[in-house]
């Protein structure tokens, strides 16, 4: 969870930074929250969350 939209889309920026991808096709699909999922290098999942 980070604090704002704008940590949420730096934070997506820095993951593509190193070669991570980003889809924000879910960014809205949980209500009250923007999001995205990315994968690190082990295949977890990872979601991260910001209030909309």
Same mark, same amino acid.
Request: net charge negative; hydrophobic share 40%; no cysteine.
């Given at each position: 969870? /980070? =604090? &704002?939209? =704008?940590?949420?889309? @730096?934070? @997506? +920026? %820095?993951?593509?930074? /190193?070669? +991570? !991808? /980003?889809?924000?096709?879910? %960014?809205? &699909? $949980? !209500? +009250?929250?923007? %999001? $995205?999922?990315? *994968? =690190?290098? $082990?295949?977890? *999942?990872?979601? /991260?969350?910001?209030?909309?």
């Amino acid at each position: 969870m /980070v =604090d &704002s939209s =704008d940590e949420l889309t @730096a934070m @997506a +920026g %820095r993951i593509e930074s /190193v070669g +991570g !991808e /980003v889809p924000w096709a879910e %960014r809205t &699909s $949980f !209500e +009250g929250y923007l %999001r $995205f999922h990315a *994968r =690190d290098p $082990f295949g977890n *999942r990872l979601e /991260v969350l910001a209030l909309a």
